[in-house]
T-cell receptor, first 115, second 114 residues
């Protein structure tokens, strides 16, 4: 079946603009994660959604970052008033809850460049 | 909460040499542990996982990892490195009761010299 998809694959924006990044998880996966991977850095956890529970936002670096997940499927990560330090690859992953062993399936990422 | 520490952000080996990438975990409950690999310009993919069955886990491309509770370690090894193994490797941990809360290490970049 189809894997996790993300759009756009690349986004170049000017400092101060808002951006929206989209993630389509694997159908039926109830858990969805956002990570940030900066150049030369590991994966930085941002936020995760699990079913209808309140999301775990503990990894969001500032109040400029927000995310929502509509209908338990598609998720959008929004960065307001972008800064140059926001430049990174933003990765989305999904996993099953029922009987899950924690394996996450990753999308190809969105490369964000803030000029 | 769980966490993992990967010792060494960069590891360089010669082709044919042993690969050893270190990962130590911290968890208040028996963990599930994972290794993911990210090849250049590609997404992350699962290499292998430990989920409380056999402590020696075999993965793709000849890699294996051994869960050692006494050392809180889950090091990744491969007997003989190949040029195609050059990639970034991430160790990750979850707790069985909440296995959708996965935490990743900072990653280790493996370079293979001819």
């Amino acid at each position: 079946g189809a894997g996790v998809s993300q759009s756009p694959s690349n986004k170049v924006t000017e400092k101060g603009k808002d951006v929206e990044l989209r993630c389509d998880p694997i159908s039926g996966h109830t858990a969805l994660y956002w990570y940030r991977q900066s150049l030369g850095q590991g994966l930085e956890f941002l936020i995760y959604f699990q079913g209808n529970s309140a999301p775990d936002k503990s990894g969001l670096p500032s109040d400029r970052f927000s995310a929502e997940r509509t209908g338990g499927s598609v998720s959008t990560l929004t960065i307001q008033r972008t800064q140059q330090e926001d430049s990174a690859v933003y990765l989305c992953a999904s996993s099953q809850l029922a009987g899950g062993l924690g394996e996450q399936f990753f999308g190809p990422g969105t490369r964000l460049t803030v000029l | 909460a769980q966490s993992v520490t990967q010792l060494g952000s960069h590891v360089s080996v010669s082709e044919g040499a042993l690969v050893l990438l270190r990962c130590n975990y911290s968890s208040s409950v028996p963990p599930y542990l994972f290794w993911y690999v990210q090849y250049p310009n590609q997404g992350l993919q699962l290499l292998l996982k430990y989920t409380s069955a056999a402590t020696l886990v075999k993965g793709i491309n000849g890699f294996e990892a051994e869960f050692k509770k006494s050392e809180t370690s889950f090091h990744l090894t491969k007997p003989s490195a190949h040029m195609s193994d050059a990639a970034e490797y991430f160790c990750a941990v979850t707790a069985p009761y909440n296995n959708n809360d996965m935490r990743f290490g900072a990653g280790t970049r493996l370079t293979v010299k001819p």
